[in-house]
């Protein structure tokens, strides 16, 4: 397992922790069932306060990220779980909250942000199907 | 995953009987060192496996309350627990716990082996292959003599004792002063390999913050003879506030003590309790600190909080560090 | 092993690193002494135990010993009565080696050296050994090495000089006497040590040594 942890990123450490290995479970570096280092040994390796990794780890669990077993250590738990999908439907309620805050600054309507949000589906699109083009002129 | 439960050495928990899951706790402690100095109600506990920082300046009591802990040194009022004995507790508690100086308080003329020779006997728990093992992963030389190691050797040398005769409490009493930053680092190494067992913990006092900046679970802090914070480091953190702001912009306002003011021609600095933060004005830069703004600012000399240091000479200072022999 | 014996051996390797001075100090001694074989051995037994049975305190001052000895699980008592211990086994070994030398001595100097005299010299050594510890180790106990040193040394060797030139005594003339210094000497060391389990405790109350030097 890979963290890399910043001193100067202003983001509590514990934060750093949850946030990287939820991205490398998301990203299927960390698979389902790979078992965690303890709280302990995760301390001792990146030198910080076990308080710390423990907060971590219960945050990721409460999340439905991984799974602490107790006696046995912390495993990475199915990602299409309820909870985790619970999660990333939290977080994209917090990204368009975010939006809507600002738009509200703005004088933004309900249809300024649809149009916004179609014009940036369509971009990802053509992003995708630009890729797929290059890839086949390079074939 | 049995591989990992076997390490952790389970037939230390079972003897004495732990009646509390608390390393140790101090309740209402006092004790007169002198006319002038005084512990007073210092009350704080650790919960079994995890490092307590005692943060303090030079004088703030941090190695009297350590002797009281340790029983070495006899308290008035209030009552200490350790490792779930009353203090003073059997004398076979003394097994289970390691001090670690920054000298090593042996006959300086005694070989490393010698040093195994002579305490072994004292120990129902020696493990020599373990001693052997951490002198080698030290670097330490076992022909060598106890006078020709440095001051950061000194240091590994006491915790290879320690962990030789199997401590479960490592009490570390500024272990890091004129270290350099090298050793402090291997130093934090080793203590998280301590506490890679559960049933292990850690008391260290230093007035170097940055020592457990990143390995401090839990921090006290002292000033004067008490303890003016106690709770886990984030609740520490959290308790205060930075404020920086003009030459003019921090005077006293009603309701919000100025901890430790550093006062210039160009700025202001000062500490308050963060429930206080909100009655500054507006012209103030409101902060989280760090740990050394903490204890820079409690710490600091400031005559209008410390009535009685200004007050007659010839007062007995507070417990220094440790007892120590002239070839320190 | 009890825990006084475990403090007397640990007396011992104090001081061990330190023997060849001692070794060195016994021979000037009996060299000294050699001509006088009946002297030699109560006057060795004091002078040497005198010097040894506070030397643990002289390495434990300048060690920092004391910490040592708080944290180590040991009674405290039984480190005290550990002193007591050191000194009597000093005494044990400094007597026999004594006596042996002096009956060698004297039988080469075909000087008279009775069984008699031998059981004479060893209750006097006993006897002089015995009131110079008992005045020597309170004190060091209750006051550490460096505030004691010479003062240490130097008040039991007054007292017991003066006493031997006050009472006129010389080995013939004690003879009479020989299970009252058993007793007299052992009787010393017991009223001793409880004197300093209470100057221990007066000690434990003080703030302790000297602060550190940098």
Known sequence: ?139 | MTGLQLSSAPEIRKDPPVSTDLAFALRGVGSAVSDNFALRDVSFELPTGYVMGLIGANGAGKTTTIRCLLGIRPIDTGEIELLGHLVPGPVALRQEIGVVLDHAFLVSDWRLTEVERTLRPFYDRWDGARYRQLLDEFGLDLRAKVKDLSRGMSVKLMIAVALSHRARLLVFDEPTSGLDPVTRDELAGIIGDFLLDEGHSVLFSTHITSDLDRIGDYLTLMHNGRVVQTGTKDEVLDAYRVVRGGPDDLRECVGVQLIGIRRTSTAAQALVRTSEADLLGGNVLVEIPTLEDIAIHVGARDPQRNPDRDAGAGRRQPDSPMPTGRNA | MTAVARMAMLNLRTVAPYRYQGFLVFALGVLLFAGKPTVLVPALVFFFTSQFASYPFNVADKAGLDTLYAVLPLPRRSMLYGHYAWAIALFVATASVSTVLAVLLARAQTVPFSGRTVMTVLALSWALFAVNVAIQLPLLIRFGYTRVSVLGTALPLAVVLGTVYKLHLTVPSTQVWLPVLWIAGAVALMASAAIATTADRRRMRSSGPAPKIH
């Open chain 1, 1 to 139: 397992m890979r963290v890399v942890l910043s001193n100067s990123a202003g983001v509590p450490l514990y934060q750093q922790i949850k946030e990287q290995v939820q991205t490398a479970i998301q990203s299927g570096d960390l698979a389902e069932g790979a078992a965690l280092p303890s709280v302990r040994a995760l301390a001792r390796d990146l030198r910080i306060s076990v308080i710390t990794t423990t907060r971590a780890y219960a945050e990721l669990a409460a999340e439905g990220f991984i799974a602490t077993i107790p006696g046995k250590g912390a495993y990475v738990q199915r990602l299409d779980s309820a909870l985790v999908r619970e999660q990333l439907l939290r977080q994209v309620e917090d990204g368009l909250q975010t939006a809507l805050d600002v738009a509200r600054r703005a004088g933004l309507q309900r249809d300024d942000l649809i149009q916004i949000l179609d014009g940036l589906i369509q971009a990802e699109q053509e992003d995708i199907s630009d890729d797929r083009v290059a890839a086949q002129q390079r074939a």
